[in-house]
């Protein structure tokens, strides 16, 4: 039970890894708040609120609420994220057959890392007047080195790595240590639906030979998260079977 009477809030929480990890803390004995734009609780004993959080008027009321309910807020677990993957230009027999759209840049941009940004702030100021904290944010092993199709979300991923090291300066003299998490080739429902082919050179990249599961990166974050770690600040945990040394 390392979070016992912990008040934990999760982003993008109803499915996934978000989900595994609000079960996760939930069954170490933190009070969980989910925040997704839509679906429910993950599980019993879990609180829902729909929040986007991109939007600074949707995600201030969400914190307020936790505050008046609960009197703190100990962990935010920044996991949030979206894909929208296309080349940067796609060129056929000389012609451009394609590109990456502002649209779908500017998506993933919004909700990767501006929400990070939006939800952070947020909650900062709370966990500034306690005089502690554990904030996490969710990067990527494609943010350290680069994934075909996928500049925006590498984008985001890499600027999130650059944040996750400014607030751990910013707010280590506060008490709040800030960490982030870099996930390699997790078996989520949506990558579990992937042809057999793509699975398998998942699979022989990562020198372990199998997926991650949500659970493996749910572990870590609690580690992040427990007063185990509390003297780890502006690290990236990579959880990926070592994939990044294989590459």
């Not at 999760?10 to 925040?35: D, M, Y």
């Not at 914190?63 to 009197?71: I, K, P, S, W």
């Not at 996991?79 to 993933?108: H, T, W, Y």
């Not at 904030?135 to 350290?144: E, K, R």
Request: proline fraction near 3%; aromatic fraction near 6%; include cysteine.
């Amino acid at each position: 039970m390392r979070l016992t009477d912990k008040v934990a809030i999760v982003t993008g929480g109803a499915k996934g890894i978000g989900a595994e990890t609000a079960r996760v803390f939930a069954s170490e004995g933190a009070r969980v708040i989910v925040w997704d734009v839509a679906g429910e609780a993950p599980g019993d004993g879990i609180a829902f609120r729909s929040v986007n959080v991109t939007k600074a008027e949707s995600v201030q009321p969400a914190v307020d609420e936790a505050v008046a309910q609960y009197g703190r807020i100990d962990v935010l677990v920044n996991n949030a994220g979206i894909l929208r993957d296309a080349q940067l230009v796609k060129v056929k027999d000389g012609a451009l057959a394609g590109s990456m759209s502002d649209l779908e840049f500017d998506n993933v941009l919004s909700v990767n890392l501006r929400g990070v940004f939006v939800c952070t702030r947020a909650v900062a100021p709370t966990m500034i007047r306690q005089g502690s904290g554990r904030i996490l944010n969710a990067s990527s092993v494609v943010g350290l080195y680069g994934n075909f199709g996928q500049t925006n979300y590498v984008a985001t991923k890499a600027a999130v790595i650059g944040m996750t090291k400014v607030w751990a300066r910013e707010l280590g003299p506060k008490g709040i240590t800030v960490n982030a998490v870099a996930p390699g080739f997790i078996g989520t429902d949506m990558v579990r639906q992937m042809p057999e082919n793509i699975l398998r050179s998942m699979v022989e990249r990562t020198p372990v030979r199998r997926l991650g599961e949500p659970r493996d990166v749910a572990l870590a974050y609690l580690y992040l998260a427990s007063d185990d770690a509390a003297f780890v600040n502006g690290t990236v945990l990579s959880v990926d079977g070592g994939v990044v040394i294989g590459t």
